[in-house]
């Protein structure tokens, strides 16, 4: 069945940085966009990238524009998001989740919590 | 960010009907599909309703939802105690370039 299964989150310092990845399986994974969304702790769901599966199309929350990278690995099923310059205000659960480009998310991962204190 | 603006919270019996209000601008809900996301208390987000009105398989079909303007509802009928969870709205927002979701509405039931 499609699944996607998030990891690499954790605690880190006020600017530094963290690598989150996303595996993906039971799809062909370089067929679709991809996206990843974050849920801060008592807060909503914000948007953060999306990429195309050919790469050809990124784009940025304005919050995360220049310190955040998304990537992708279709030769090994995988969604990356590389954050740099970490802040407070970045932490959250980190969801990966497939489409985001005009049509809707699905499915999601169950999350992976990114925490930013010192 | 904007956001689109939902009730913090909603609540019913067993068995009742409850909806959920979603309202957005010409941006989003106004020209684009309307999505809703289910997210029960420690698991992960799920998608309720498609493209504004469309249930995924496995979706049992007391979940609805509508959409008019620059506005949209998710109708819970039959309300069950494994309903309770977080309701998301989302749409395509031409400005953002990007999805945007609603606040969320937490569903209790009672």
């Known amino acids: 069945q499609v699944q996607l299964v998030e990891s690499g989150g954790g605690l880190v310092k006020p600017g530094g940085s963290l690598r989150l990845s996303c595996a993906a399986s039971g799809f062909r994974f370089s067929d679709y966009y991809m996206s990843w969304i974050r849920q801060a702790p008592g807060q909503g769901l914000d948007w953060v990238s999306y990429?195309?599966?050919?790469?050809?199309?990124?784009h940025y929350a304005d919050s995360v524009k220049g310190r955040f990278t998304i990537s992708r690995d279709n030769d090994r099923n995988s969604l990356y998001l590389q954050m740099n310059s970490l802040r407070a205000e970045d932490t959250a659960i980190y969801y990966c989740?497939?489409?985001?480009?005009?049509?809707?998310?699905?499915?999601w991962g169950q999350g992976t919590l990114v925490t930013v204190s010192s | 960010q904007s956001v689109l603006t939902q009730p913090p919270s909603a609540s019913g019996t067993p068995g009742q009907r409850v909806t959920i209000s979603c309202v957005g601008s010409n941006s989003n809900i106004g020209t684009n599909y309307v999505h809703w996301y289910q997210l029960p208390p420690g698991t992960a987000p799920k998608l309720l309703i498609y493209r504004n009105d469309q249930r995924p398989s496995g979706v049992p079909d007391r979940f609805s939802a509508s959409k008019s303007g620059t506005s949209a509802s998710l109708a819970i009928s039959g309300l069950r105690s494994e309903d309770e969870a977080d309701y998301f709205c989302a749409a395509w927002d031409d400005s953002l370039s990007g999805p945007l979701f609603g606040g969320g509405t937490k569903l209790t039931v009672l």
């Open positions: 990429i195309s599966g050919s790469r050809g199309r990124i």
């Open positions: 989740a497939r489409g985001g480009y005009f049509y809707e998310l699905d499915p």
